[in-house]
């Protein structure tokens, strides 16, 4: 075992549920690292809130969300939502689950999961998913994302996740190493606001993009053609 991930493991938190899963490896991994903030990304926040006014009914995603800082901002910001957060990690998800204020719980629940196939179809108004489709071994000159995170792994996932949106809901896509333009799922999609890039991007074939100013990180699925 290397020796950097031996002494994170010894360690324990977070950095250990971080070497763990270097280490195993599971099937539908993504980024190991689980760092995350409360209210992170407000310039994101700020224009998911503009275009999806609170409503009693909304039900919101948030994938990948580590130990729930992005869920307890989003209960903030929506308290009579019915949110999700999901997570491929047992140890963060329960993590999340102590965390939980015990008045919340009737309409927060979280979930130990992969990918979004647990869920149905067209089920919710806001899907987020921050710093989950990347890698930052990828963040150091990478020409092509094949050996660390290839696009094949990540296109299922996000195709999944995607659908999930209610027609006329809202994906926010942030600090990704792809574009969600380049997926299948995007067909039913269209953008809403750009942001100035974060995270370095890699194509269809895994090769690194040319660097863009801005990237779309907020869509909006379209309502079904009438006829």
Sequence with gaps: MPVRLAWRLARGGDRAVTAWL??????????????????????????????????ADLS???????????????RRLYPTARITGIDISRARIA????RLPAA?????RFVV?????????????????NSVFRHHALDDGAVSSARILPFARVEPVMNRLAATVKPGGLFALRHANFRF???AAAAEFEPVIGLTRFAVKFGRDDRRLPDAPIEHCLFRRRAPAQG
């Design 60 to 74: 919101l995603l948030s994938f990948g969300g580590s130990i729930g800082d992005e869920v307890f901002t989003l």
């Design 104 to 108: 919340e719980a009737a309409r927060t």
């Design 22 to 55: 270097v280490l195993t490896r599971p099937a539908g991994l993504m980024q190991p690292d689980g760092v995350t903030v409360a209210d992170r990304n407000p310039r994101l926040l700020r224009a998911i809130q503009a275009h999806s006014p609170d409503r």
């Design 181 to 183: 333009e380049d997926m």
């Design 95 to 98: 993590r999340c689950r102590e």
């Design 113 to 129: 999961a992969n990918s979004a196939a647990g869920e149905g179809r067209a089920c919710h108004d806001l899907v987020v998913a």
